[in-house]
């Protein structure tokens, strides 16, 4: 199953709305940004289960800085789509919303804002939607995911 991380807000903090990484002298000196805290165990052990992790963001960064960031941490990842990406595909698709998984073949998209679960009802793609005040946001992903594996076993 293909995942696909939202970066700010959910992995990246916009300010200080939750814990983050240890980072070194040399990241500081990479200006590497800040990853929230137990990201890259949740990613380690999505990764054991077999499940493919990509980043799916509307921020204009580069895919190089972002895999760059990830990389500080340990964490690599298949598929980067950031917003240059995703606006053309969106729309050379005619597809009117702010993200569409299915046009990259994420199966679940993570993500912290609403909208994105609206977005997900109205255009029926799977969304984990993850507070950024949420301490144990890494059960909450893994509990979601469970029952959405539950729910497809059910439907077969
Ligand atoms: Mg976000």
Known sequence: MNISFDLDGTLIPYADEFNTEKIGWLGKLFR??????????LILKLQQDNYKIHIYTTSFRSKSKIRRTLKYYGISVNRIVNQIENQKVLKSKNIYSSKFPPAFNFDVHIDDLSGVRIEGEKQNFK??????????????????????EIKKENAQ
Request: hydrophobic residues 40%.
């Open 127 to 148: 969304t984990i939607i993850v507070d950024p005040s949420d301490l144990n946001w890494s059960e909450t992903i893994m509990n979601n995911l469970k029952n959405i």
């Open 32 to 41: 590497i940004e800040k990853i929230r805290k137990g990201a890259k165990d």
